[in-house]
């Protein structure tokens, strides 16, 4: 397990095409979902191939701090909650290190009728509100009070045969009111639900429980939850969208030919499409569905894409099955070979746009229209500098990106951002040619 408090640097020697062959690994949104879900079942938990990443160390770090036994037996993470969990013991400084932390309110007002949980953290990318997540839970009877640093949470008889509708179409928030209806009697139907790639995964999850949930991959969800959960059970969950498009958007910027496995097509679909419409040349060598039994796959090999152009419309992302707001910032380095000026339009975070005139460092023409829309014109001559990763994982990993294809030998310092989110990156883009050697400090 990686040690947070050592600061890890990146040295890129960019200008390489690579080759070879690189495999997506399983999902962090779903993974830190799965641990969060753990607690709801007094039985053993057992998650299988699990990255091997920061913020998932730090879900299992809070987890272990109330006395759950969280164990690595190679890929695979075991769960034993305790009879009874220590909240006043909790990690408050770990569990303030993730965003991810604060599903596990679902799971813990089964436990508690009243408690407190340190207020979230994660990325910094503006005013993410977590009062849908209030709204959501309000409707099954459950009170949450914002103190200066935690979330007071209480509670009575949780309400049955309720139906939500959500204030947004959060995938944390979906996961939110699945993992309180889950252990509610009775039907709960969620409307305006996140059907994501994360949401289904804890959907095909909970049912392994005896949780029905009928409308899975939809925006309507029909629960009904169980009264207790006991056994041991083992799950995988499905294959990460989000790292499939980060070795395409490395792919296209490159214009390497690699061949990435086990992507994941359903939750790709626009990506590629888009991808397609600007030059870049692709082609699915096999489907198949992975091992979790639900997740469609394919093995993708990119080819040479000489000339790519700008859209003509703005990109920008949705809930799914729309572009992943998570893979928007993917574009952006692909956008900076393509010929013309591209649109790039983050609705969703306040802050997150900001991050991408990093790459003004690297010789990018990129104009910052207001803190949601930027224009990148392309194709630029990238050339090497030395960056400090900024607080947010995708706007840290398309520097790394644009890096890769910068002239030059660049230094991309403190990258524990991208390590929140993608394992071993470093050796896997070694293993595909990059000249790219780690440093700590």
């Known amino acids: 397990m990686a040690n947070p408090k050592k600061t890890v640097h990146f ?38 191939d699990m990255p091997k990443i920061e913020e998932v160390f730090r879900i299992i770090e809070v987890l272990q701090s109330i006395g759950v036994s969280v164990k690595w037996e190679k890929n695979d993470v075991i769960v034993r909650p305790p009879k009874k969990l220590s909240l006043k013991s909790m990690d408050a400084d770990t569990a303030m290190r993730t965003r991810s932390a604060i599903m596990l309110i679902g799971p813990l007002l089964h436990l508690f009728p009243r408690f407190r949980l340190p207020q979230a953290g994660g990325c910094q990318l503006g005013a993410r509100t977590v009062e849908p997540h209030f709204f959501a839970l309000q409707k099954l009877g459950i009170s949450i009070k914002t103190l200066p640093k935690s979330y007071e949470i209480s509670r009575k008889t949780l309400k049955k045969g309720q139906t939500v509708v959500l204030y947004e179409s959060g995938d944390t928030v979906t996961e939110q009111i699945l993992l309180a209806a889950a252990k509610v009697p009775g039907n709960t ?52 969208p989000i790292e499939s498009m980060l070795f395409l958007s490395i792919a296209a910027t490159t214009n390497s030919e690699i061949t990435i496995k086990r992507c994941p097509l359903d939750f790709l679909e626009l990506e590629l499409l888009k991808l397609e419409k600007m030059g870049f040349r692709y082609r699915i060598l096999r489907e198949y569905t992975s091992k979790n039994g639900h997740t469609r796959l394919g093995d993708i090999r990119t080819m040479n894409s000489p000339r790519l152009k700008a859209l003509h419309e703005k990109i920008h992302p949705s809930v799914y099955p729309g572009l992943n707001i998570d893979n928007l910032p993917f574009f952006v380095p692909v956008a900076l070979r393509a010929e013309g000026q591209t649109l790039i339009h983050d609705w969703v975070y306040e802050n997150r746009a900001i991050y991408f005139l990093e790459l003004r460092k690297l010789g990018a023409d990129i104009i910052l229209a207001d803190p949601h829309r930027v ?46 989110g993608y394992e071993d990156l470093a050796k896997r883009l070694h293993r595909l040619g990059a000249d790219i050697k780690t440093f700590h400090s």
Do not use: W
């Not at 095409?17 to 979902?33: C, M, Q």
């Not at 706007?395 to 991208?418: F, H, K």
């Open 11 to 48: 040295e890129i020697k960019g200008g390489k095409k690579l080759r070879g062959t690189v495999t997506t690994n399983t999902a962090k949104n779903s993974a830190v979902g799965l641990l969060c879900a753990s607690l709801l079942n007094r039985g053993a938990t057992t998650l299988r």
């Open 189 to 240: 139907v969620i409307k305006f639900a996140s059907a994501n790639y994360q949401v289904q995964d804890l959907c095909h999850f909970l049912t392994r429980f005896g949780v029905v949930v009928n409308g899975i991959g939809t925006t309507t969800l029909s629960v009904t939850g169980v009264k207790d959960i006991d056994m041991d059970i083992s799950f995988r969950p499905g294959e990460d």
């Open 375 to 420: 224009f990148v014109k392309g194709p630029a001559k990238l050339k090497a500098a030395e960056v400090i990763c900024p607080p947010a994982l995708r706007p840290a990993a398309i520097i790394m990106i644009a890096m890769l294809a910068a002239d030059g030998t660049s230094m991309l310092r403190n990258v524990y951002s991208i390590n929140r």
